[in-house]
């Protein structure tokens, strides 16, 4: 992965850190947000969730590479 986007998924990292630290579980960066990444549900279904510290039970996420930046790297 080219460093200018490493850089570009680095700022959906820090976004999402200064989120959870936050406890601002409802705006993590989306796909149109980022060209490289974004952030997106993991869970099984909206029953499964994880005890946060502090702000209680909360989905699941992850991070996910865009489609589109896929199909250009490829």
Known sequence: ???N????AKLVWEKTK???????FDNFPKLKDNTV???RPKGKNSSD???TEGFG????????LNKDYIEFQI
């Open 1 to 3: 992965m080219p460093q």
């Open 5 to 8: 986007d490493i850089d570009e």
């Open 18 to 24: 200064d989120n959870i630290i936050n406890g601002d």
């Open 37 to 39: 990444s974004h952030v």
């Open 49 to 51: 969730l994880i005890e």
């Open 57 to 64: 039970l909360q989905k699941k996420y992850c991070f996910w």
